[in-house]
């Protein structure tokens, strides 16, 4: 199968709008209780949770399991994950015209004919590539912690993400939990707080290098996001 072209069928009513996953949201632990494991059977407990430090070490290894998660078995995967692993779209590439000897599109007749398919087909996987990113959506979402889902539902933006299923913002405001970073409050607030985190932020001795990095890299486009910058923060 195709991943630029099409990838593999996402199927049943799990991927649904409003259904996402809801059979497999809890397992049992040792104990019996029941822990919440994420709405995705396959995705094995990759959750996405906020409140405790070791929720930023977890953030990025949820994460990554989700897009690869999605580059194997979504339409469109490749488009779709890079996305989620960048946090900017990733459009499906748009065709291109061959160009003649005085640069002008060419008239061949069949430099036409291919153009003009690779049109129609180019149409076809972005409304495929658009409809996957809702679906990503609503898995994201399934992965979320009760917890996780309280903390966004609070957010003043929280009501128009929803609606328009935008997984940008889904993902910059999971972020944005994960590292402390209130959407409520006034933006000079914000900003402070963003910038706080990541200026007292450092490695400890047991912290492993890699850890250190991508929890440096999570402050700082938390801080980004919020409109700060790299050059505000005074040592």
Known sequence: MSDGGGGKKVGGAGYQKGGQYR???????ATGAEVFAGSCAKLKGSILDCGQPHHAES?????EAITNHVRVNFREGVYVARTIAMETLVPV???VAVLGDDGAASTDVMDVAILNSEIKNYVSRK???VTSLGQAYGL?????TPNMRANLEALTSFNDMKSKEDLLELLKSIKSRVFNFDQ????PDALISA???LAKFHQSETMRDE????????????LTHSGGRLGDIQQ
Do not use: I, M
Not at 23 to 29: F, S
Not at 140 to 144: E, L, M, N
Not at 184 to 187: G, P, T, V
Not at 211 to 222: A, D, G, I, R, T
């Open 23 to 29: 059979k497999q949201a809890y397992n049992n632990n």
């Open 59 to 63: 953030h990025s290894k949820s994460l």
């Open 93 to 95: 590439p748009r065709p």
């Open 127 to 129: 409304v495929t590539y």
């Open 140 to 144: 994201v979402w399934g992965q979320c």
């Open 184 to 187: 409520n409050k006034s933006l």
């Open 195 to 197: 910038t706080d985190a």
């Open 211 to 222: 850890v250190f990095l991508e929890k440096y890299k999570s402050y700082y486009e938390v």
